[in-house]
């Protein structure tokens, strides 16, 4: 059981628009640390696609954004196609862990 | 072009050790954190431990604590992982990964991972 909590999968039809939420708590996404969100094709290396809560690394679609607000945050695909189906995972920093951790993950399907 | 290859994985009987070790090129390790992250099969992802640049501190997952150790060699740009006195719930595929200060210290580079399966 992770101390942040995805819901275990989402779905969404080509172009449609799909949101992924991660809760918290205080000391973790609550406490202002970055928020990291990481994609994971089928049997393929995670990779980053929202870092610092909002930001997208060069290379990733703008139809991928981060929100964030109190405790939560959010990954929104819009447009989506099917080369997102995948595993999402948010992760951050918990400071009465002393350590990083990740929520559950996502499981997005491209219907 | 940046690699990380992780080697060192295998099949363990529980309470032994097993050491994995991440072999880093095209870039200078000594500049980044480095984390082990892990993957139990058919599982989410889960933060192990990490060491700063130049090892002078550590974080660790609390079910790791005393029985994993992380380290670095800066100058053979290798990272380690040290695991002993491993249980059946160690299993998993062990990524290391690289900290990228412009993604505020998220991961911008991963290996490939190496399997590691810890039964009797």
């Known amino acids: 059981q992770s101390v942040l909590t995805q819901p275990p999968s989402v779905s969404g039809a080509p172009g449609q628009r799909v949101t992924i939420s991660c809760t918290g708590s205080s000391s973790n996404i609550g406490a202002n640390y970055d928020v990291y969100w990481y994609q994971q094709p089928p049997g393929t290396t995670p990779k980053i696609v929202i870092y610092?809560?909002?930001n997208r690394p060069s290379g990733v679609p703008d139809r991928f954004s981060g929100s964030k607000s109190g405790t939560s945050a959010s990954l929104a695909i819009t447009g989506l196609q099917a080369e997102d189906e995948a595993d999402y995972y948010c992760q951050t920093y918990d400071s009465s862990l002393s350590g990083w951790v990740f929520g559950g993950g996502t499981k997005l399907t491209v219907l | 072009q940046v690699q990380l290859v992780e080697s060192g994985g295998g099949v363990v009987q529980p309470g032994r050790s097993l050491r994995l070790s991440c072999a880093a090129s095209g870039f200078t390790l000594s500049d980044y954190g480095m984390h082990w992250v892990r993957q139990a099969p058919g599982k989410g992802l889960e933060w192990v431990a990490f060491i700063a640049y130049d090892g002078s501190y550590t974080h660790y997952l609390d079910s790791v604590k005393g029985r994993f150790t992380i380290s670095r060699d800066n100058s053979k740009s290798t990272l380690h992982l040290q695991m002993n006195s491993l249980r059946v719930e160690d299993t998993a595929v062990y990524y290391c990964?690289?900290?990228?200060?412009?993604?505020?210290?998220?991961?911008?580079?991963w290996g490939q991972g190496t399997l590691v399966t810890v039964s009797s």
């Open positions: 610092a809560n909002i």
């Open positions: 990964a690289k900290e990228s200060p412009e993604y505020s210290y998220g991961y911008d580079y």
